[in-house]
């Protein structure tokens, strides 16, 4: 934390050096920094700050200046870190050595600095004066608006106020130098912080536990998304640890980097010569060197440990085998095959499964040193299994024809193999940056491919552009399922390979880039495909989907085009007690209710309803009732298609025309891809009315079952067979939570079920008799819809709208027939169940031990 001093502004000097293009200047690509086509990897130190000279600036003299830039360069570093806005002549040699300075932008943020307005005048002009001094030097990698404001000050105004204020110095930083890269230095204490709008992101971070550090790592860059993850501040006290665990330390933090994924990192620092807030600092030791730069072992041992970031090439590597599928991919195939090639990876192998292809795939495919393999047209998953029967590697990577990868790719795929028992693992696929802007609204429209994750490293879904897998646990399984012909076969393999016990993971520096669709009409194409294939999903998971015909995820969706929905509620911040947690986490609050159902494809099919209803009132005016509603409910569903094109990212266009009609364009995008998805599964059968029901009436009252058992089974293990074997039906089970009086819940429908309470009885010798009692249990909406449906109609027959009332009615009618054979259905499931359960004696059997041992029926069983 450094302390304001103003001495450190003087008269902005103009830069000795040739300024550089934009073109030259840093860039993000992705997780990772680039200058033109290269890419940088922070191998950074931070320097200062040191006791004011004559002129006001926190630097040594040029000549010890230049010999301590000459030894980090020497040392391999690349990029220094400095406090406060360096002199033009500090920048020169910086450039003269190889080296890149992220600047410092300091000012008075450890007081409450929001309360003046001259105050903040005063911070801003101070911040548009340093960027000023150092715009457009080629020495400059980025400029950090500020470091660490303290949790205190943070807690004190709110961190809205706080975020908006960065906000304002990022957008004058932004008009002094426009293609500067911006960050703000975080630390753990206000991880909480909401700052989208940086370039990267930056955290400050002191743990002494590789596991730790690497844990939260992986949660740092869940916060930094589709952003590179660099750490501003790695170190560790040698005046208190010794300089054997400093160079020992310092040397697996920069490895644990590098393996989570992180863009580089600054060693806190240079030199033990540290002054701040008017006092020489001289009971801390964090140097690689000591005060009169003599070097410790750490320098060595961080000089090694940054040679090999981010991931070692002497390690034994395995065998990868790439696969890429193809059917007529020629329009985007050959980026494909080219980053390929370019893998920087030493045992790999690439196939290519032409599949049928009508095009130029094949053509193109035999330019590349790959094995190609053409076959008929038989579908994705055919062609995924083609792959995997020829490969030679000990995993498989799938990526699309549509895609393509980062160097490190295989890389970073690779070291997760080793270092966990992952049976898969995936990572980001994200938009590439120059595609048009059709495609990048596309990119920012719900429906693309996400991934799920359970938390900070597992993964509850992989997307197939960017999955990989061990062989063995691939062939366990019989591999992909041939019926999904175009999509939903990474779903499905996903959800096997879990059931069988394994789990997924997820790195978030293992990327490709994926072309988005860059028409209108190939996007719709594409969501109602994507609607088909969850139909045939639906089909062979019922379990892992709810009673409307909507997938049922544990984990959280991550990726860009995600539909965010708000909440009545505040997040919470978890502070501590008086706001001294070292980690302070935000828990979002559950969106609303309300606004999840205005996201779901099946509302529309209750807005064709409400649609339906106004249009009848033309013919009895009570029913224009229904309009208001239908009005709130297309406002509700544009507010959030608004919002969610509102938060999109965008490259920043030529005129403001342009950003507003991609966020229209976006924004009618999320309107219509909830309809699109919908066509296609109703066309495919996915509807909300699927479920299978009884023809057979049964009364909609409590009743109880019993069976007869001659061996014994504990009450869990009787329930947990019941689950299966009614899930085996393609019935929805849900088990109770701790405070219910019932068991199960079982839903053969969106509208009608039954819910049960399971007792044992105990006769000895093993010898049990089992009671299920089960009640209906119809949902809120259809009992509502019932009534409001049968009252109207009745009032409109008592105005002689004969036409109006029958069809109301009719509805009423129609809708509470469907709720009668949805409990039919469920509570003839549960009969069967128990009936063949293979040690358990027939339901009449057991009539007969009941009239034996005198055993009392509260309820006729259900013949």
């Known amino acids: 934390m ?19 293009s934009s073109t030259d200047r840093p ?68 450039q ?108 400050n971070v002191y743990l002494e536990s590789r596991e730790t550090l690497h844990a939260y790592l992986a949660r740092l860059q869940n916060i930094a998304n589709e952003r590179p993850l660099v750490l501003a501040e790695i170190g560790l006290d040698s005046l208190r640890k010794g300089e054997h665990t400093q160079a020992e330390v310092l040397a697996w933090q920069i490895r644990t980097v590098g393996s989570a994924g992180g863009a580089g990192a600054f ?46 090439s002497e390690r034994i590597w395995p065998r990868i085998s790439v696969v890429v599928c193809t059917y007529n991919g020629a329009r985007t195939i050959r980026d494909c095959f080219e980053a390929l090639e370019k893998l920087d990876y030493s045992d790999y192998e690439v196939i290519v499964v032409n599949d049928g292809s009508t095009d130029a795939t094949e053509s193109i495919a035999k330019e590349f040193p790959f094995r190609l393999i053409s076959t008929s047209n038989r579908g994705l998953s055919h062609a995924r299994n083609t792959g ?73 879904h992989i997307p197939g552009c960017n999955m990989a897998f061990r062989k063995e646990c691939l062939e366990s399984i019989g591999g992909f399922d041939p019926q999904f012909r175009t999509a939903g ?28 669709r860059n028409s209108v009409r190939t996007y719709w194409r594409q969501q109602r495909g994507y609607g088909r294939a969850e139909a045939l999903l639906e089909k062979k998971w019922p379990q892992k989907y709810n009673a409307a015909g909507h997938p049922s995820w544990h984990g959280r969706l991550y990726g860009r085009g995600s539909t965010s929905l708000p909440s009545w509620r505040p ?74 094109a509102h938060n999109g990212t965008f490259e920043i266009p030529k005129s403001p025309l342009s950003r507003i009609r991609s966020k229209l364009v976006t924004a009618g995008l999320h309107l219509a891809q909830p309809f699109a998805r919908l066509t296609g599964r109703m066309c495919s059968g996915l509807t909300p009315w699927r479920q299978r029901v009884s023809e057979k009436f049964v009364f909609p009252w409590s009743r109880t079952m019993t069976a007869w058992s001659e061996q014994w089974l504990g009450l869990s293990e009787r329930l947990e067979f019941l689950e299966q074997r009614l899930q085996s039906q393609r019935v929805i089970v849900q088990r109770g939570g701790d405070y219910d009086r019932w068991d199960l819940h079982i839903k053969t429908g969106l509208f009608g079920g039954t819910r049960a309470r399971m007792a044992i009885e105990e006769h000895g010798g093993g010898k049990q008799l089992v009671r299920c009692r089960v ?89």
């Open 2 to 20: 450094l302390f304001y001093d103003p001495s450190f502004y003087s008269e902005p000097v103009q830069n000795s050096k040739s300024s550089t």
């Open 27 to 94: 860039q993000i690509k992705g997780k990772f920094l680039y200058k033109g086509n290269q890419k940088i990897w922070v191998r950074g130190v931070t320097y200062g700050t040191f006791r004011p000279n004559a002129s006001g600036d926190q630097f040594p003299p040029p000549d010890v200046a230049q010999q301590d830039l000459a030894q980090m360069a020497l040392h391999g570093f690349n990029t220094i870190r400095t406090y406060t806005v360096p002199p033009t002549w500090f920048l020169d040699l910086a």
């Open 96 to 203: 003269e050595n190889g080296l890149s300075v992220m600047v410092g932008l300091p000012w008075e943020q450890h007081i409450l600095f929001l309360d003046e307005k001259q105050r903040i005048g005063s911070i801003e002009a101070r911040v548009r004066e340093g960027v000023a001094r150092c715009a457009r030097h080629p020495a400059v990698l980025a400029y950090a608006i500020g470091n660490e404001i303290p949790a205190s000050i943070v807690r004190w105004y709110g961190r809205v106020k706080i975020e908006r204020f960065l906000k304002r110095l990022f957008t004058i930083v932004k008009s002094v130098d426009p293609d500067g890269l911006v960050t703000y230095v975080n630390y753990p204490t206000t991880e909480y912080l909401q700052l989208p709008f940086l370039d990267f992101v930056c955290f």
């Open 267 to 312: 060693i806190f620092a240079w030199t033990d010569e540290w002054y701040r807030g008017g006092y020489e600092i001289e009971d801390w030791d964090f140097g690689l060197t000591d005060r009169s730069r003599q070097p410790k072992s750490a320098l060595i041992a961080v000089r090694q440990a940054f040679q090999e970031f981010p991931l070692s």
């Open 388 to 460: 995997l029967h020829v490969a030679t590697g000990e995993i498989v990577a799938y990526t699309d024809d549509d895609a393509y990868p980062d160097p490190h790719w295989l890389t970073y795929l690779a070291d997760m193999f080793l270092t966990t028992s992952h049976a898969g693992i995936g990572g980001p696929n994200l938009p590439p940056p120059d595609d048009g802007w059709i495609a990048e609204c596309v990119a920012n429209a719900p429906g693309g491919p996400i991934h799920v994750l359970l938390d900070d490293q597992t993964a509850e």
């Open 489 to 516: 076969d990474d779903v499905d393999i996903c959800w096997r390979l879990q059931e069988k016990g394994w789990t997924l993971g997820f790195h978030p520096s293992a990327l490709v880039w994926h072309h988005r």
């Open 571 to 644: 997040s919470r911040i978890y502070q501590g007690v008086w706001g001294c947690a070292p980690f302070q986490l935000m828990y979002q609050a559950n969106p609303s209710t309300v606004l999840s159902l205005l996201s779901m494809p099946e509302w529309n099919l209750a807005l064709g309803v409400l649609a339906f209803l106004s249009i009848l009132g033309v013919f009895w005016s009570p029913l224009l009732g229904a309009f208001p509603f239908l009005i709130v409910s297309l406002g509700g569903a544009m507010f959030l298609a608004s919002r969610n």
């Open 775 to 863: 009640w209906p249990q119809f949902s809120l909406p259809a009992l509502t819809g019932v009534a409001i449906f049968g009252i109207f109609g009745t009032l409109a027959y008592l105005d002689q709208a004969w036409i109006v009332g029958t069809i109301l009615v009719g509805f009423s009618l129609l809708l509470g027939i469907r709720m009668q054979q949805e409990y039919s259905f469920a509570i003839l499931s549960i009969q069967e169940t128990l009936s063949n359960e293979p040690v358990v004696q027939t339901i009449e059997q057991s009539r007969e031990v009941e009239e034996k041992f005198l055993l009392p029926q509260p309820a006729p069983i259900l013949d």
